[in-house]
């Protein structure tokens, strides 16, 4: 069974740091490009960061530019994104995604909530 999960969401200060995780499972990890995609309060789903399959290539959004950093670990089926500088504007239900490259995207993990204060 194919399985996307995320970990490390929490309630995190102005200007900190966190750092999510998300660990996949049922299929061939490094066969799949990664997403991180976030959903704010009464807002749609953003997209926020990609990384390809071997973590040579990656995209960020504008507003992640900079301040997020995405990467992966094959050995371990898990990719990760690391932000720093966060803002009230960052809160949301961030979600991993799998993309297979030339057909599209393929799993959803169920969200890790980060919330910023103030």
């Known amino acids: 069974q194919v399985q996307l999960v995320e970990s490390g969401g929490a309630l995190v200060q102005f200007g900190g740091s966190l750092r999510l995780s998300c660990v996949g499972s049922g299929f061939t990890f490094n066969h799949y490009a990664l997403n991180w995609v976030r959903q704010a309060p009464g807002k749609g789903l953003e997209g926020v960061s990609t990384i390809d399959l071997d973590g040579r290539n990656t995209w960020y959004a504008d507003f992640a530019r900079g301040r997020f950093l995405i990467s992966r670990d094959n050995a371990k089926n898990t990719v990760y994104l690391q932000m720093d500088s966060v803002n009230p504007e960052d809160t949301a239900v961030y979600y991993c995604?799998?993309?297979?490259?030339?057909?599209?995207?393929?799993?959803w993990g169920r969200g890790t909530q980060v919330t910023v204060s103030s």
């Open positions: 995604a799998s993309v297979l490259p030339g057909t599209g995207w393929r799993d």
